[in-house]
């Protein structure tokens, strides 16, 4: 269930640069990984005096980090392919400006 979510979403949210014809392969062995980490995440939470499985479990997010990294979906690899989200303004951040573009003015 785990892996069919991150297909759907990574064809869904990347698919500007990750085929379906092409990449399906490396994508289904990233669904794979993110199904086997979370059976071997409860592992972990279950057995806590197993480092063995701790271990296990780091060396497959830095195998899952790696092959996400060759689909390019993270924010590094994203910005070197050129598909940077630009942040969106908070309010917060409109209200500032606004606040210095009006003190801008008055002091003209």
């Known amino acids: 269930e785990l892996g069919v979510a991150v297909w ?15 990449d ?3 994508l289904g062995i990233v669904c794979d990984q993110f199904e086997e980490r979370a059976a071997l995440r409860e592992l972990v939470l279950a057995s806590p005096d197993q480092p063995r ?37 908070s309010k917060l951040d409109e209200l500032m400006r606004m606040r210095e573009e009006r003190r801008s003015l008055v002091g003209s």
């Open 8 to 22: 759907g979403q990574v064809l869904s949210e990347a698919s500007a640069w990750v085929s379906y014809k092409l």
């Open 24 to 26: 399906t392969l490396l």
């Open 53 to 89: 499985l701790r271990i296990a479990l780091r060396e497959l997010d830095k195998a899952l980090v790696s092959n996400l990294s060759s689909l390019g979906l993270t924010p590094t690899d994203r910005a070197r392919l050129g598909f940077v989200q630009v942040k969106k303004e």
